[in-house]
C-alpha cells in the first residue's frame, strides 16, 4: 500500500473478493485500506485477478463516512467493475 497513507492515523485493512456483473462474473481479490486526517477519509486498494496485479485503486473523501468498512468495499467494488470494462 501506499507509503504515504502510513503517515495519517492509523490503518484499518481488509480483504475481500468481488464477482463482476459483466463478461459472465469474472473474480478478482483485493486488499484494501483506510485512515482518517481529521474529518478527511483515505482510501486504497490492491486488485488481483488469477494472482496478477489488476490495479491499484485509491482516494479520498472530504468526510469520512459512518460506515468506513461499507464504503471502502462499494468504491472498490465500483473500481474494479471499471477495471473489468477497461481489460475487455
Keep these: 500500500m501506499r507509503s504515504g497513507m502510513s503517515a495519517r492515523k492509523a490503518q484499518q485493512r481488509i480483504t475481500g473478493h468481488y464477482i463482476t456483473q459483466r463478461d459472465g462474473g469474472l473474480r478478482y481479490d483485493y486488499e484494501a ?41 462499494a468504491v472498490v467494488e465500483h473500481s474494479i467493475e471499471i477495471l473489468a470494462g477497461v481489460e475487455k
Design 33 to 73: 485500506a483506510w485512515s482518517r486526517d481529521g474529518s478527511r477519509f483515505f482510501w486504497e486498494a490492491q486488485v488481483k485477478r488469477g494472482g496478477d496485479l489488476k490495479g491499484k485503486p485509491n482516494g479520498h473523501l472530504l468526510k469520512a463516512p459512518i460506515y468506513p468498512e461499507k464504503a471502502v468495499r
